[in-house]
């Protein structure tokens, strides 16, 4: 019989040869973090609005939001101040017993939801969007019952990184180092409801999808699919979940990016911009699919938290005052007609300000790394595209700015890149 021991001891087998190479870029490093991120490019320290300051006092223009995280901008001053209040009044007491803010957080994100109207949900709370999909992902399961639990995701999706947000999401290459993952998924092509259809048979529990595709690479759904997906949906009473952990409040131009589709989805998962930076995660669901959770199915130590839900509550008042959604297809038009003149550029998709600069024939990480030394954040969200999600409080003044400096960005990776053909 083959040991851990024996394996241990053939210093030629996988295993041992693994952990050299794991030992010896270790050694190289040197840092106390883990190596799961490349290395530091820059490091902030202080922000306002648009605008970050890195170690050097350095300004910069924020146009990635912490990725569609920092909706607000930063240092928000409502917000800041419902963190700080809370602060100083109570932090923690766990789930056992009541917490302020939960149930109004809860109430108007169903309102958000149902825009404007109650929608009939309840909420969970947790603290990542990972977990608001876990959430999902569980109470999917609870609700198909034993035999009635998988869960259908499209490729180049991104649910998250836990090992079953991981098996949703996607994209296969995350999933090789990882096997064996959690069983019960099944990935199929986006936008095409043809093969979506074929798919579903009695195992099917529940359809998750992004109404944009932020991670894989910013690609909106189009309406006849969403429309096509929930009428399956309804005729098999397979519920339609889905992760607007990117796309939620107010980014895409809608409170919910499955509202530019007419739909009504079973089950909504969000995150990202809920805290303004704060770390809160919620999984919204119809009553009559939340009602298959009992009390012990699912449960946190931190979520709705009072110091999260303090800073939910008060981002979602800044977003209803402000008209968020709308700010965000006003300066998304004037941002994507901006990008759309620029050279290089060759294709911008996306919703709101949730958008996607595809370029032709230069690399968006060269182009992101050069906008950084220009003071402006950005990223890229594939090989050939920038990602560029600004604070939905942005200006035109703000936009002009960045352009200036993505421009000339480009001009300088595009030089750079015909010096060297030369
Ligand atoms: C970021 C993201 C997640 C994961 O959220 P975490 O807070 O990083 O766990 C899940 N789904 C989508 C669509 C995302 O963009």
New binding site residues.
Partial sequence: MTTASSIDSNEDSPQARHRAAVHASADAERCPLMPTYGPPTVQFVRGEGPYLWDSNDINYLDFLSG??VTSLGHSHPAVAAAVAEQAKRLLHVSNLFGTEHNGDVAATLDRLIGNGQPAGGQVFFCN????A?EAAIKLARRYGGHGRHVVVCAYQS????TLS?LAATGQPTKWEAFQPLPEGFRHVVWNDLGELANTLDETVAAILL?PVQ??GGVNPATVEYFKGVQQLCRERDILFMV?E???GLGRTGQWFGFQHFGIEPDVVTM??ALGNGMPI?ACWAKASVASAFRPGDHATTFGGQPLATAAARAVLATMQAIGAPDRATEMGEALTTALSRLPYVKEVRGLGLLIAAELDGLDAREVAAECLREGLVVNAVTPSALRITPPLIIEESHIAAAINKLSSSLDTVAERADSSAD
Avoid: C
Wanted: charged share 25%.
């Fill in positions: 990725i569609a990542s969007g990972a977990e999909n991104f649910h998250g990184r947000t992004e932020g991670e992760d952990v990117q796309t995150a990202k995660g």
